[in-house]
């Protein structure tokens, strides 16, 4: 028993510097809601013509009113400007 409670100890003695270290640092998930608050935000994303033109690739004009999104698309992810499925899918003719 007397082995059992050394080891123990030995244990929390080695991973006690460990748990202490971890308080201090970031981890993601633990409060999804939160945003850190070093966390860099972006402030502006410019789109020049370049940018529209690789967005609208493969729509012929006039653009449908239901491209507007465009205009207030940021720099999250989105699909719709990168080349999706190959073959009969490809109705943009990304690839």
Do not use: C
């Not at 493969?58 to 207030?72: A, M, N, Q, V, Y």
Request: zero cysteines; proline letters at 11%; a negative charge.
């Amino acid at each position: 028993m007397r082995a059992v409670s050394k080891k123990l100890t030995i244990a929390v003695l080695v991973l006690l510097p460990t748990v202490l270290q971890a308080q201090e640092l970031f981890i993601a998930g633990v409060h999804p809601g939160e945003r850190p608050a070093n966390a860099p935000v972006v402030t502006d994303y410019p789109k020049d013509a370049a940018w529209f033109e690789r967005a609208l690739h493969g729509i012929t004009e006039p653009h449908p009113d239901s491209l507007r999104f465009l205009e207030s698309q940021g720099a999250w992810f989105t699909p719709f400007d990168r080349p999706g499925m190959t073959g009969p899918y490809d109705i943009r003719d990304w690839h």
